[in-house]
């Protein structure tokens, strides 16, 4: 039903098995998500395979320490839900740890972290946190 809460699963699972790599159907939003992730330093690299299915897929590079063989990502969390959106204005934008994590909105402007938000002064819904 629900997309988002869909690709952040799938990344969640695979941090979980220790994959390397994962594949996700794609859509423009899941594709706005991943070059976030990787523009913050979330995930190693990604492709978007156009040629895969109806509406291709994506696939990730999931970072990992390689000492501690601990990924880049600890936490995933779905906020604005179908069943209960959860918005902000550039003001209230949360802080996710303390400004160590990022808060993915979607504004009128597209999507960006928290920090471009107050920055570009707009608020939107707030989709995730990464951390």
């Known amino acids: ?26 859509s423009n939003l899941k594709k706005e998500i991943t070059k976030l992730l990787h523009d913050q330093g979330f995930i190693q690299n990604y492709k978007f395979d156009d040629e895969a299915g109806p509406q ?19 936490h995933l969390s779905r906020e604005s839900k179908p069943g209960l959106r959860k918005y902000t204005k550039s003001t209230d934008a949360p802080r996710v740890m303390n400004g160590l994590g990022i808060a993915i909105l979607s504004t009128s402007k597209g999507l960006m972290t928290d920090k471009q938000a107050r920055t570009e002064n707009v608020g939107g819904e707030v989709l995730c946190y990464v951390y």
């Open 56 to 74: 291709g897929t994506i696939k990730i590079a999931l970072k990992y320490n390689p000492e501690t063989k601990l990924s880049a990502i600890s």
């Open 1 to 26: 039903m629900d997309p988002i809460a869909d690709y952040l699963t799938r990344v969640r699972n695979a941090i979980k098995a220790n994959h390397r790599i994962v594949d996700i159907p794609a």
